[in-house]
Structure formats: structure tokens, C-alpha cells
């Protein structure tokens, strides 16, 4: 009798203990620009020290190093659609100049189908979906953020999924889980300047761009991305069917940042995984942040995407002369990475 009780207790010892299940996810970021990936670099970085098996399916290698059983499929052809080398990205300097540009925010709708015939024709994408069937992943994480293309893997395979966004709640996932956007006291993700204080005007426009939005994507982009996928998986439904599926979303976003909303049990906000101790800047940059007499530091930089060498010369020359009349200041440009 002590004998089968010790045995009982040690194999519910072994079935729980921490560290005894090890899963095999498969995380998946084919477009992801560099401020994305600090979102998911920390979460694959945890769950490889976790003793996971995580597949990295992605166009940008992560910056930083990684454990050993993380295992990187990175795209060579993903990068330079990234990069903005090639594909929509290409000089956005253009392209998101004026920010009320229906006809540029109505073509961005296509640029998810333009992306999924990229993916779908990666050799790196075609190996990982030759292997890949219901025992070879016991989990898929996926960023919200225009990968749908990734949906007919799961779909095919019907594997669990976790869906992160690098931002806020998409509206149309929101939609499609169940968690529409708060229209009445949330601004909406893009483009809505509002606070959480509106009048009705605001409120109203709130709720159109989150219709809009939604509107747009079920009935335009989503279809889109169906049809490129029906041509190697036929049977694949509307992306918003997979979409529902989720097991679990999550944001970054926190509480304490942003206007607080009504969020489903499986909905979590992670903002601020990414943040890190500062390091000491190099001894150059440190003495030119520091030199004796100035006011301060201004650092202008247009993030990963939009990149500085593409920026128009009569724009630049403003930029320019505004820095040259703050000549109290040390102004530092980020002009482009790389
Ligand atoms: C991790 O998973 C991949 C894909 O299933 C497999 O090829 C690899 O052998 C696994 N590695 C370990 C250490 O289990
Ligand atoms: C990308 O944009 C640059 C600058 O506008 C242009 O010279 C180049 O031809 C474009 N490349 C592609 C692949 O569209
Ligand atoms: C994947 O499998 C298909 C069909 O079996 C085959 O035609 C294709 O060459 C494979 N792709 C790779 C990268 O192995
Ligand atoms: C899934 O793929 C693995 C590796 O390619 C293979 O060993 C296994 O038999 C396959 N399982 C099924 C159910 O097809
Ligand atoms: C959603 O999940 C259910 C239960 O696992 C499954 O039967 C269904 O096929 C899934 N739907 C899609 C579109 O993948």
C-alpha cells in the first residue's frame, strides 16, 4: 500500500513538476518590421529558457542571442520585402506622407495578399509546411499584424494558436473573437486621434473607422489572402474563421499606458515585456550626449520603416533648418539602419 501511494505521488510529482512538458511551438512573424520584432523576441527568448522547442519562422533575424533550442528559419526573400528594398514597404516615405490618404490606406488592404504569395513561394515557408502535420507542433503563436498567410498551416494541421499583436487590438480580430472595440470610450487602433474623452462627433468617427476597418478587411483584404491561400490549401475558409479559433490574444499594451477597455477573459495585455536595464551608450556617443554647455539632446529618427535616405530634400531642408536654430541643443539623426 505505501508503496503504490509513493508511486502514485511520484508520478503526479513527474506529470506536474515544472520543466516536465516541454511543447514544440512554432513562432511565426514572416512580416515583421524591426519594431515588431522586440514584441516577439522576448517571448521566444522566455520559451526557450523554458526548455521549449520553438521554431522561429521570421524575415528579420532576432537581434539577440538566442537559447540553444530555439531553432531560426529566417527568409532571405522576406527580408528584402522588409528591408523596403522591394514590395509595398519600398520608399513609405512616399507613401505615408500625407496621413489622410484614403487611396494609400485603402492599397495598404492589399498588401497582405501581395505578402502571402511572397510567403507561399518561400523556400524557407515550404519546408517548415513540407514538415509540419498535427504531431510536429503543439502550438503556433502568430502575430495579428498582417500574417494571415500563416492561417493555412494551422488550418490544415488544426493546430492551437496564440495570436500576439505588436501594437493594440486590430479591430477586425477584435471583431472576429468577440471583443469589438469600445468604440464609445476607446479610440480605435489607427488613426483615431481621440482620447477618451469625446464629444459625439469623435464618437461617431470612432465607430466608423472601426466599421470601416472591419468592413474593409472582411469583405477586401481577407478574401484576398483566401484566394492566394485556396490555391495550395482549396477548402481554406474566410481568415476570420481561423481567426476565432484563438486560443489566446495578446497585446501590447498596458493599463497604465493606454484608455482602458473592456477585454475577454483570453485577451491579455503584455506591453512592456520588451523593456530592458539601459546600457551605457559607447564613449563617443556618451561625450557627444553629454558635451558641456548644451541644453540637451534631440534624437530624430523616423523608426524601422520609413527610412531617412528616402526623405524628400524640401523636407529635409526644413528639418534642417529648424535644428539649426536650436543651436543649444546636440541633435542627433538616425538617417537609416544598415
Ligand atoms: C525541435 O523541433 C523540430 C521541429 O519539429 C525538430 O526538427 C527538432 O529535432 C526538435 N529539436 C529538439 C531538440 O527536440
Ligand atoms: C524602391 O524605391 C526607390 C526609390 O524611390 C526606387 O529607386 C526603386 O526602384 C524602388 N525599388 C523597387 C523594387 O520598387
Ligand atoms: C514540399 O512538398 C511538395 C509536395 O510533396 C514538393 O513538391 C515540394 O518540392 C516540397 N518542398 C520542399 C521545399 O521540400
Ligand atoms: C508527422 O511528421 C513526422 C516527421 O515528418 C513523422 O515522423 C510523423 O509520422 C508524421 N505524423 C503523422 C500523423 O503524419
Ligand atoms: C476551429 O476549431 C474547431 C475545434 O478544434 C475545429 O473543429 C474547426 O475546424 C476550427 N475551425 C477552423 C476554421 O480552423
Known amino acids: 500500500m505505501e508503496r503504490l ?107 497582405p495578399r501581395q505578402w502571402c504569395e511572397e510567403i507561399m513561394q518561400d523556400p524557407v515557408y515550404h519546408n517548415l509546411w513540407n514538415a509540419s502535420n498535427d504531431t510536429v507542433f503543439d502550438l503556433v503563436i502568430v502575430s495579428s499584424a498582417f500574417n494571415e498567410c500563416v492561417y493555412g498551416l494551422i488550418w490544415r494541421d488544426k493546430l492551437p494558436f496564440v495570436l500576439v499583436s ?18 464609445v470610450a476607446a479610440p480605435t487602433l489607427f488613426l483615431s486621434s481621440s482620447s477618451n474623452r469625446m464629444n459625439f462627433m469623435e464618437r461617431l468617427s470612432n465607430w466608423a473607422i472601426s466599421v470601416i476597418y472591419g468592413a474593409i478587411y472582411y469583405w477586401n483584404s481577407a478574401p484576398k489572402t483566401s484566394n492566394v491561400l485556396r490555391q495550395y490549401f482549396p477548402e481554406f475558409p474566410h481568415p476570420n474563421e481561423v481567426t476565432k479559433n484563438a486560443s489566446l490574444y495578446l497585446l501590447n499594451t498596458d493599463i497604465s499606458m493606454d484608455y482602458p477597455r473592456p477585454l475577454l477573459p483570453s485577451v491579455k495585455e503584455i506591453g512592456g515585456l520588451h523593456c530592458r536595464s539601459a546600457q551605457p551608450l559607447p564613449e563617443d556617443l556618451e561625450s557627444f550626449v553629454t558635451k558641456p554647455g548644451s541644453s540637451g539632446l534631440i534624437l530624430f529618427s523616423l523608426g524601422s520603416t520609413v527610412k531617412g535616405v528616402h526623405m524628400p530634400p524640401q523636407f529635409r531642408a526644413v528639418f534642417t533648418e529648424v535644428f539649426r536654430r536650436l543651436p543649444e541643443y546636440q541633435v542627433m539623426v538616425l538617417i537609416s539602419r544598415g
Not at 529558457?49 to 531553432?71: D, I, K, S
Not at 528594398?85 to 484614403?102: K, M
Not at 505588436?166 to 468604440?183: E, L, Q, R
Request: aromatic content about 12%; some cysteine.
Open 166 to 183: 505588436p501594437t493594440g487590438m486590430f479591430p477586425w480580430v477584435g471583431y472576429a473573437i468577440g471583443n469589438p472595440s469600445y468604440v
Open 5 to 111: 501511494a509513493f508511486l502514485v505521488a511520484f508520478s503526479l510529482v513527474a506529470i506536474t513538476a515544472p520543466g516536465a512538458f516541454c511543447a514544440k511551438i512554432l513562432f511565426a512573424y514572416p512580416i515583421a518590421v524591426t519594431s515588431h520584432t522586440q514584441v516577439y523576441e522576448p517571448i521566444i527568448e522566455a520559451l526557450g529558457q523554458r526548455g521549449h522547442n520553438v521554431t522561429v519562422y521570421a524575415g528579420l533575424a532576432p537581434r539577440r542571442e538566442m537559447p540553444p533550442n530555439v531553432n531560426l528559419h529566417i527568409s532571405k526573400q522576406l527580408e528584402n520585402v522588409l528591408s523596403g528594398d522591394s514590395g509595398p514597404l519600398n520608399n513609405s516615405f512616399q507613401t505615408l506622407r500625407t496621413p489622410l490618404n484614403f487611396k494609400m490606406i485603402f492599397n495598404s488592404f492589399d498588401w
